[in-house]
C-alpha cells in the first residue's frame, strides 16, 4: 500500500496526505466496503489510528462492522477506539 511505503521512509504526512478524506470518499465510491475487501480498509484503519486521525479511523471502522459485524479485528479496534473517544459506543462492544 502507498501509504504503509510512505510511513517506512519516515513520510507521515505524505501518508496522511495520500489517505486524505477526499480520496477516502472516492475509494469508498468506487469499491465500497464488502467482504471481499474489509481486510484492505481494516489495514487503512489501523494506519489511520497509528497517524493520530483517530475520527477518520473510527468512521472507517464502524463502516466495517457495519457490513462484516463478524469482523473480529474490526470489533475489537472499534471496541479499543470507543474506549478512548467514544466511552458510550463502546458499551455497545
Same mark, same amino acid.
Given at each position: 500500500?502507498? %501509504? +504503509?511505503?510512505? =510511513?517506512?521512509?519516515? $513520510?507521515? +504526512?505524505?501518508?496522511?496526505?495520500?489517505?486524505?478524506? *477526499?480520496?477516502?470518499? !472516492?475509494?469508498?465510491?468506487?469499491?465500497?466496503?464488502?467482504? $471481499?475487501?474489509? +481486510?484492505? /480498509?481494516?489495514?487503512?484503519? %489501523?494506519?489511520?489510528?497509528? =497517524?493520530? *486521525? =483517530?475520527?477518520?479511523? /473510527? !468512521?472507517? #471502522?464502524?463502516?466495517?462492522? *457495519? #457490513? #462484516?459485524?463478524?469482523?473480529?479485528?474490526?470489533?475489537?479496534?472499534?471496541?479499543?477506539?470507543?474506549?478512548?473517544?467514544?466511552?458510550?459506543?463502546?458499551?455497545? /462492544?
Amino acid at each position: 500500500m502507498i %501509504a +504503509q511505503a510512505r =510511513v517506512a521512509d519516515g $513520510d507521515s +504526512q505524505g501518508a496522511r496526505d495520500y489517505l486524505s478524506p *477526499e480520496r477516502m470518499s !472516492e475509494l469508498r465510491r468506487k469499491y465500497p466496503i464488502s467482504k $471481499d475487501n474489509f +481486510q484492505i /480498509y481494516n489495514l487503512i484503519a %489501523a494506519f489511520l489510528f497509528d =497517524v493520530g *486521525e =483517530v475520527g477518520r479511523a /473510527y !468512521e472507517l #471502522v464502524k463502516g466495517i462492522d *457495519e #457490513v #462484516v459485524p463478524d469482523s473480529k479485528v474490526a470489533t475489537l479496534k472499534l471496541a479499543d477506539e470507543s474506549w478512548e473517544t467514544d466511552r458510550a459506543a463502546g458499551g455497545d /462492544y
